[in-house]
């Protein structure tokens, strides 16, 4: 017989061994049952991961929504300008002349203009019985059938001033303003008390972002305004829209245009700038949601790697069972990558979807439009991946380092040879004596792995 297994040894060393290969199915299978059969483990394991991507997703999809949103009040480019005069000295708007508003519409790039005039002491009551004194600060304004066309406004309910409502004793109240009178649907015969005179109410708007003078206002055309409230007919204040690549140019030249004689004493204003530093603001703490979301991501590499260490030392009879069935070191690296690498996956497409319920529920509850960036949840996803990895390179290589007879004979140890014999009787393996000890077929340099898996017997 020593003869036969000595014929036998020099043929396998001139074949060499068969090469071993590993599946990346199996891979994913091995991890996959690896995993479910330690579920709360992996949850808990899962959740610092989950709770990073989360929180980074649930910040940048709100600050998207909130950027939609403003992008929607600021109009398709955010081209609006005003212009005003100052103020007087009892602190009213100040007059601009009569010409601003036609000299301004006669820039080129100027798309749409309009004008309003602030009537002063004109007080908007619910009825005559109400004490002057309770007006509710709503101002008095004149306004030109094209207001809503500049600032890009709606009406709520009823009509805006047209050619026709524009002569008569009609008002338009602001969102602001119906609030404060107690209106909310408009009637054929709903009246304010307007400067000691009734006047029909005809429309109510919506919020209006760009002007929110206009929401406090009551609105009259400049005709009624000039007859029956002594307006004169000056503008106060001018609307207008310009070119998206034009705007600079004319804020440069519309104080000149507008008041030829004193330029100095005419400020323009972009009140989209003004909404845009507005939103900055309430995303201000965005940084530091982020960088909380990073630490947490940071307590989940951690938690993972400690758990993959841990691993490590409770499968050490699967990690010498393995070498010795012709797992190669690679093999059972790859094998603990694979877990961590899954098990962080698990976490991030866990945290991804949190973040996303959590962007959809701030933005029904305000109002807001949905937007979940898709370069976020894959970002997201990429760095669960990337703290999947980290995570587990050392344990992957401290297991592939591991010899499989030391692993083995932890197990035997324990009086685990019967397991690891019936477990090779299973794959159809007989044992076979080599210079005295039990060597299986198949294995390392000769064919003889050399190790006394059965207890040398």
């Known amino acids: 017989m020593s003869a036969g297994l000595r014929e036998r040894g020099r043929a396998d060393r001139v074949a060499g061994p068969a090469r071993s290969r590993l599946r990346a199915a199996d891979l994913l299978a091995g991890s996959w049952r690896g995993l479910g059969a330690r579920k709360?483990?992996?949850?808990?394991?899962?959740?610092?991961?989950?709770l990073g991507i989360a929180a980074a997703v649930a910040v940048l999809g709100i600050s998207a929504s909130s950027k939609a949103n403003l992008l929607a009040e600021l109009g398709a480019e955010g081209n609006l300008l005003t212009v005003t005069a100052g103020q007087d000295f009892d602190g009213s708007p100040a007059p601009l002349p009569l010409t601003a508003e036609p000299m301004i519409a006669r820039i080129p790039p100027v798309e749409s203009?309009?004008?309003?005039?602030?009537?002063?002491?004109?007080?908007?009551?619910?009825?005559?019985?109400?004490?002057?004194?309770?007006s509710g600060g709503i101002s008095v304004l004149a306004a030109q059938p094209g207001l809503l066309g500049t600032l890009g406004g709606s009406v709520a309910a009823g009509?805006?001033?047209?050619?026709?409502?524009?002569?008569?004793?009609?008002?338009?109240?602001?969102?602001?303003?119906?609030?404060?009178?107690?209106?909310?649907?408009?009637?054929?015969?709903t009246q304010v008390y307007l400067a000691g005179r009734y006047f029909t109410v005809v429309g109510i708007l919506r919020p209006v972002p760009l002007a929110p003078e206009i929401?406090?206002?009551?609105?009259?055309?400049?005709?009624?305004?000039?007859?029956?409230?002594?307006?004169?007919?000056?503008?106060t204040q001018i609307y207008l829209r310009a070119l998206p690549d034009q705007v600079q140019p004319v804020a440069s030249v519309l104080p000149f245009t507008a008041n030829p004689a004193e330029p100095d004493g005419v400020q323009v204003s972009l009140p989209s700038s003004i909404l845009a530093a507005r939103a900055a603001a309430r995303t201000a703490f965005t940084g530091l949601f982020l960088g909380l979301g990073a630490v947490a991501v940071l307590v989940g590499v951690v938690g993972i790697g400690n758990i993959m260490v841990i691993s490590v030392l409770e499968r050490r009879a699967e990690i010498g069972l393995r070498r010795a069935l012709g797992a190669a070191r690679r093999h059972v690296g790859l094998q603990f990558l694979a877990d961590s690498l899954l098990l962080s996956a698990l976490g991030g497409v866990a945290g991804a979807l949190a973040g996303a319920a959590a962007t959809t529920g701030y933005a029904l509850s305000s109002g807001q439009p949905t937007v979940v960036p898709a370069s976020a949840v894959l970002a997201g996803l990429g760095v669960a991946l990337g703290a999947g990895a980290?995570?587990?390179?050392?344990?992957?290589?401290?297991?592939?380092?591991?010899?499989?007879?030391?692993?083995?004979?932890a197990v035997l140890a324990r009086g685990g040879g019967k397991i690891v014999r019936q477990f090779w009787l299973l794959k159809g393996m007989v044992p076979t004596l080599h210079w005295g000890r039990v060597c299986w077929p198949g294995r390392a340099a000769g064919g003889w792995s050399g190790w006394p898996l059965c207890g040398g017997r």
């Open 113 to 134: 203009v309009t004008a309003i005039g602030y009537v002063p002491g004109a007080t908007v009551r619910r009825t005559a019985a109400v004490p002057a004194t309770d």
């Open 159 to 189: 009509t805006f001033l047209n050619a026709g409502t524009a002569r008569y004793p009609a008002v338009v109240l602001g969102a602001a303003a119906a609030r404060t009178l107690g209106l909310g649907q408009v009637h054929p015969d």
């Open 215 to 235: 929401d406090e206002a009551a609105l009259v055309g400049f005709p009624v305004a000039d007859s029956l409230l002594g307006l004169g007919g000056h503008p």
């Open 390 to 409: 980290l995570a587990g390179l050392y344990p992957a290589i401290r297991a592939a380092r591991l010899a499989p007879a030391e692993a083995l004979r």
């Open 40 to 50: 709360l483990r992996t949850a808990l394991s899962c959740l610092g991961i989950a």
